[in-house]
């Protein structure tokens, strides 16, 4: 079964040919990320123009790379939401004219659904699987999630942050000292081989004894820390002094260790056969690592997808696409964008 995969909620226009939910035969993706960094985050306008521009030449190249033609294709998956509205209504459109000019079936995929398949993708590209129920920790830039997973496809959401996203955390922090943006791969980079117990940032706890996460708190504390210092914003990520290293070395340690403190003790209350950790924050090196800690102390494996499944692409949309395919899931031509998409 051949899917194409569209994607286009943020700030990456992606497509991908993925066959049988797990062979990806392309995968292309045109970031915006070097257009919205002088603004230091994302502009919803600019960012829909691009797409705009890059949506044939995207798709286009997904084709020629897997070597097909669209008669070929079995189905068309897009990302129906969550995500910017006008962002999601330039891929829902493009895939709405390729399935209903060639004749195919047009699925429509929750942008979370898509990284959680994103392990399912690369353990099944290895010949492995993953054992379910699996407990899923989806953290991107708008998600900060606990998910439980009795079979591929279907979700019992288990916790989620109330306030920020970790990796809006991280990219707000890196903005506050001027380090541009995405803020998670220059934090992870300059955090290497730096003092992470410079600063003992602390993250609130939530007492209700649910596994939600809060992190708006720890961006304040920075702040203060910050100012209480005189730290300044430094002219370019290469030119920065130790203190700033040690500060965002402190604060990636207290965010990892937050993240995966809940997803422990979900996971020693649910009693899941396996652990996933998906989203664009999954690609952080203290994360990987310690998580892979964590499941070792907890005698489950753990799946985390390779770094370029784990940020925003197609080939995890194409894969969640087939899933929902075989579950009977199919859109109309009405199909619309749905900015605030619940998953489930
Ligand atoms: O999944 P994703 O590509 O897009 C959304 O669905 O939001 O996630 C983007 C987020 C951004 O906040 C970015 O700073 C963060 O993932 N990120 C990282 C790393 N790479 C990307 N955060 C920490 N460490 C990284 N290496
Ligand atoms: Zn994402």
Redesign the pocket.
């Known amino acids: 079964m051949i899917v194409l995969g569209i994607e286009t ?2 700030d ?1 226009t992606a497509a991908a040919v993925v066959v049988d939910g797990h062979d990806v035969r392309s995968n292309v993706i045109a970031s915006q990320v070097d257009l919205h960094a002088r603004f230091g985050g994302v502009v919803p306008e600019l960012a829909s123009r691009y797409h705009l521009e890059n949506i044939c030449p995207v798709i286009s190249k997904a084709m020629s790379d897997a070597g097909l033609a669209y008669p070929e294709l079995d189905a068309v998956a897009v990302t129906q939401g969550p995500g910017l509205i006008g962002s999601l209504l330039v891929g829902v459109q493009a895939a709405k004219a390729i399935a209903f000019v060639h004749g195919k079936p047009l699925i429509p995929v929750h ?1 979370i659904a898509g ?1 959680v398949q994103a392990p399912f993708l690369s353990a099944a590209a290895a010949g492995g699987s993953i054992p379910l129920p699996a407990l899923a920790l989806v953290v ?4 900060t999630h606990l998910y439980e997973v009795p079979e591929e496809g279907s979700y019992r959401l288990v916790g989620r942050t109330r306030d920020d ?1 970790a ?2 955390a ?2 707000k922090v890196a903005k506050l000292m001027g380090l541009g943006y ?4 220059v ?2 980079r300059l955090s290497q081989g730096a003092d992470d117990h410079a600063i003992e940032f602390t993250i609130a706890r939530i007492k209700d004894g649910s596994s939600d996460y809060s992190f708006s708190g720890i961006k304040t504390a920075v702040l203060l820390h910050v100012r209480r210092h005189g730290i300044q914003p430094v002219a370019s990520p290469d030119d920065a002094p130790q203190e700033v290293r040690d500060l965002v070395a402190s604060f990636e340690r207290a965010v990892v260790t937050a993240l995966l403190r809940r997803f422990k003790a979900a996971a020693q209350e649910l009693s899941p056969r396996s652990l996933i950790v998906t ?3 999954a ?3 203290r ?1 990987r690592r310690e998580a892979a800690r964590t499941a070792e102390s907890l005698g489950l494996p753990i799946f985390i997808p390779p770094i370029a499944l ?3 692409n197609a080939a995890m949309i194409g894969a969640a696409g087939f899933v929902g395919f075989r579950m009977g899931r199919r859109a109309g031509w009405d199909l619309n964008a749905s900015p605030q998409l619940p998953l489930g």
Do not use: M
């Open positions: 909620s943020c990456e942008h990284h991107s830039g708008g998600h996203a990796g809006e991280f990219d995405p803020g998670g791969p934090i992870d989203g664009g924050v690609a952080n090196t994360l784990s940020t925003d």
